[in-house]
């Protein structure tokens, strides 16, 4: 049995995501949603060393401590099954076994982060094993689909059919959220940044962030927390690995500030002037050629013609003609559809998942 850290697994891994080494600590951060590592085993058992926060949320206007910790769930996958084998709940300096056998075998392991960032937050120290990295097989590229969104993009609560259940990481499982599904239908790389109670600008929820203040930072989250001050934060180097198709959705979190403003009018205008900035912002970080898709949905289309208009008005002032937009179907209240505190369920998600297909695939025989 013999232990290696990250470092010197590093060069027989692949990662997926927006993941973020801490050289200080010899630790690789994969926190967003589906972020995760591929590896090639041969032996008979293989355990990852883990670091972990929990969710540490404490709602606003009360000193009162969640009632439980929530700690992040991994999911691992042998040999390209689209199920995994395993579904895991992590402590911090947890070392869950992720293969098991009685003889030498070898196997392709896919370790995927299943909740969302700053509720939940995984790091990978090293490895505890009997048997060898091997390398990786050269991987067939894949075009990047990157989802930014809040809590409908995270699958909050997907994994429940009650709806009076509040956030529990065991109810989340980003593996089978629309981006997650429609990107396995159509062979691309899936990158998420999004999280629960997020908005694009002008009401930073959870832990005073907006969309705009992380979209530019590999993981602007985990810095923080780890102590990092802003002149440390790294920057994501889009160029690396661009994004053939970024889908935007946001604005359900924002119509909830809309409503109660007491100037609803200059409340909408902020939220035009906000939402124009930040999609002219992911143009010039991601480059004149990703198509830009703007969605809202499935729970609130308050802002949805808001967003149509702003689309139609960049696509004339900028020339951009890669920037479109799409409406979800919207989800019942009642039935299959509902997950933890009204919030989409699994059957939802994957009807999502085909309207966003239908949509990608429309675009895909237009040439873009």
């Given at each position: 049995m013999k232990k290696i850290t990250y470092s010197e697994a590093a060069n027989s891994l692949r990662t997926y995501g927006?993941?973020?080494?801490?050289?200080?600590?010899?630790?690789?951060?994969?926190?967003?949603?589906?972020?995760?590592i591929r590896l090639r085993f041969t032996g008979c058992l293989l355990a990852v060393d883990f670091r972990s926060i929990p969710d540490t949320l404490v709602p606003p206007g009360t000193?009162?401590?969640?009632?439980?910790?929530?700690?992040?769930?991994?999911?691992?996958?042998?040999?390209?099954?689209?199920?995994?084998?395993?579904?895991?709940?992590?402590?911090?300096?947890?070392?869950?076994?992720?293969?098991?056998?009685?003889?030498?075998?070898?196997?392709?392991?896919?370790?995927?982060?299943?909740?969302?960032n700053f509720r939940t937050c995984l790091g990978v120290a090293g490895f505890l094993m009997d048997g060898v990295l091997q390398t990786l097989p050269e991987e067939a590229q894949r075009d990047i689909i990157e989802f930014i969104g809040d809590s409908i993009t995270c699958g909050f609560g997907n994994d429940t059919a009650d709806p009076t259940h509040e956030f529990s990481a065991a109810e989340e499982d980003g593996w089978l959220t629309h981006g997650a599904i429609a990107a396995r239908?159509?062979?691309?790389?899936?990158?998420?940044?999004?999280?629960?109670?997020?908005?694009?600008?002008?009401?930073p929820l959870p832990g005073?962030?907006?969309?705009?203040?992380?979209?530019?930072?590999?993981?602007?989250?985990?810095?923080?927390?780890?102590?990092?001050?802003?002149?440390?934060?790294?920057?994501?180097?889009?160029?690396?690995?661009?994004?053939?198709y970024i889908v935007l959705n946001l604005g359900t979190n924002d119509s909830s500030q809309i409503y109660?403003?007491?100037?609803k009018n200059k409340a909408v205008r902020e939220f035009r002037e906000n939402y124009a900035e930040f999609v002219k912002s992911i143009r010039m970080l991601n480059g004149p050629n990703a198509v830009i898709i703007c969605a809202l949905g499935c729970m609130d289309y308050y802002l949805f013609d808001e967003i149509q208009d702003i689309v139609e008005e960049l696509r004339k002032t900028t020339g951009d003609l890669r920037l479109f937009t799409l409406k979800y179907n919207k989800m019942m209240t009642i039935g299959p559809d509902v997950g933890g505190c009204y919030h989409p369920s699994i059957f939802r998600q994957q009807l999502m998942a085909e309207d966003l297909v239908r949509r990608l695939r429309s675009l895909q025989e237009s040439g873009l």
């Open positions: 927006r993941v973020w080494h801490d050289t200080g600590s010899n630790v690789l951060y994969m926190d967003y949603t589906c972020c995760g000193d009162v401590p969640p009632k439980r910790e929530d700690w992040p769930y991994i999911g691992v996958f042998l040999d390209g099954a689209e199920v995994p084998c395993r579904k895991i709940q992590v402590r911090d300096g947890d070392t869950p076994v992720v293969f098991l056998s009685e003889t030498p075998e070898t196997h392709e392991i896919l370790i995927v982060k299943l909740t969302e239908t159509l062979n691309l790389e899936p990158r998420f940044i999004c999280v629960s109670g997020i908005a694009v600008a002008g009401m005073g962030y907006s969309m705009c203040q992380l979209y530019p930072y590999t993981d602007r989250i985990i810095q923080e927390k780890l102590g990092f001050g802003e002149e440390q934060l790294e920057r994501y180097n889009f160029e690396a690995k661009p994004a053939r109660f403003s007491p100037d």
